[in-house]
């Protein structure tokens, strides 16, 4: 298997038990982070990771003084490796170009450790906010995007006016929901030109490309929820069809999911920082 493979397996299972990983609430990436360097994983590997709370490897855990438990199963955690290749040019110049291979290691979280404590008083930079009305606020302040709250019975981003309309926030059963659909349509218009040019032209609904930019938006919608302290397991409507739906969608492609949290990560940043690297 792919590592691409071995992701979506994994995505996969959880699915298949009922529980779709975007929808489970994160603080700022840090809620699972490595034990030595103390930084919060990825996104892609913040869904991977079953547990709140501390990981390392097998060799970081035995230089701490621990032992894994006999009979313990590591969690996979992916990152990206560049290597160089040598492209010739129209001109016959040579022209060396850099490309990503994901790759995965294995680690261990720390109640498959013995002889090891948990960390206390960590002080991690927190990108919690106040309210969800501050991430909503900050970025129309920011961006040229123009918001629509309206009596209707659409949500939905328009490229070509550079647009957000949402329902009123009475429509809505509780307010979560209201901020939740309005994050969704705010992380597709990060997708514009003129923001992190993720759109494509060729996307409409049904086909691949609108599939997987709703995937984006689905987890970009998601983190922006949790950053913003909403109860996303009040918003999150876990129906069969739903989760039916993307099953299928990430069946047909392994790699969709690795791409779809990396964008939804980059698309988060820019909502919340306006810059269009990832952290």
Request: hydrophobic share 35%; glycine share 6%.
């Amino acid at each position: 298997m792919t590592v691409y493979e071995i992701v979506t397996d994994k995505i996969i299972k959880q699915m298949e038990q009922g529980i779709i990983p975007w929808h489970k609430p994160w603080h700022g990436g840090m809620t699972k982070f490595n034990r030595i360097s103390k930084k919060g994983y990825s996104v892609l590997n913040q869904l991977l990771l079953p547990f709140d709370g501390e990981y390392a490897t097998l060799k970081q855990w035995n230089e701490l003084g621990g032992k894994v438990k006999a009979g313990e199963k590591g969690n996979i955690v992916t990152y990206w490796n560049f290597i160089n290749k040598t492209e010739k040019q129209d001109d016959g110049t040579e022209k060396i170009k850099s490309f990503p291979i994901l790759r995965y290691y294995t680690v261990f979280h720390i109640s498959q450790v013995e002889g090891v404590e948990p960390l206390e008083n960590i002080d991690f930079a927190n990108m919690e906010v106040e309210s969800a009305e501050d991430v909503k606020k900050a970025y129309f302040e920011r961006e040229n995007c123009r918001l629509f709250v309206e009596k209707s019975d659409r949500a939905y981003y328009s490229p070509a006016f550079d647009e957000i309309h949402v329902p009123e926030l009475n429509q809505f059963e509780n307010s979560d929901e209201f901020y939740s659909t309005l994050f969704h349509e705010m992380t597709h218009s990060t997708g514009a030109e003129i923001r992190l040019d993720r759109l494509s032209k060729a996307a409409f609904f049904g086909n691949e490309e609108y599939s997987k930019e709703e995937l984006v938006a689905e987890i970009g919608s998601a983190m922006l929820s949790s950053v913003a302290g909403l109860n996303t397991e009040k918003t999150f409507n876990n129906s069969v069809a739903y989760l039916q739906s993307w099953l299928k969608v990430l069946k047909n492609d392994p790699r969709m999911i690795v791409s779809a949290a990396s964008k939804a990560e980059k698309a988060v940043d820019y909502i919340l920082y306006g810059t269009k690297e990832a952290a």
